[in-house]
């Protein structure tokens, strides 16, 4: 029985969201997986640090290529609770990561409805935990109302 | 006589491109202009940071934003010696700049080509000391082959 599974990775993604969402941030939260290893944990922080570049994704690509000490991320896999954005998609696009594994589906300002596209290599799964990572986001607009 | 033409900050832009070439990084620079001041000045640094996220661009908006206490760029320019790739336009959206000028088109990877879009009200000159920014990308290439 294999523990790492997507749900497994894709609930610590959900404990990063958790922690914006505690910050007063949009609640998204990302890491990235090496060999089953977590070499980077990250959560949107656009609020706190006044830029509209520190989506949690952005930063974990960062993060992950720091670690690594090498520009791309072939080997890894990103997990992030909600459909990248056409800049975090580009972000991905750039790193060639392995996959890309998104819980809840963004259909207003997703890549795929802003425009832009992943790297031909990188596999895509998506949908894991979406009603947990979408109840997340809601719960933020409701209580932002 | 206004002297603050966009090929007045182009030429700016070109100069800090030209600091990426000399570090053997691809040669893109960008500034960040408001109210006629330069706000912002950066190149390239992905090789050197190991780092596919820091285009001249991006740190560019982050910068700016940090300059000016504040996410968004409403009232600012920025001027790029080469047209966005999606993970830039993506990141210039989201900071709702009041305009973006580039240089040379990007026929590869630029957004326009690849996905993605400005916000809809950021305006757009394309094409500003074109000939001079694409001669900078050729002369690197060159080297490099």
Redo the contacts between chains.
Sequence with gaps: MDIFTDEYFMRIALSEAQIAFEKEEIPVGAIVVSDNKIIAKCHNL??LL????AHAE?QA??SA??YL????LKSCTLFVTLEP???????L???QVSRVVWGASDEKRG?QT????LHPKTKVTAGILADECAALMRSFFEKKR
């Design positions: 656009t609020e006044h830029d509209v570049t952005l690509v960062s290529a720091n000490d090498a520009k791309y954005c056409q800049m975090c998609a580009g972000a696009y750039w790193s890549f802003m425009g832009g596209q």
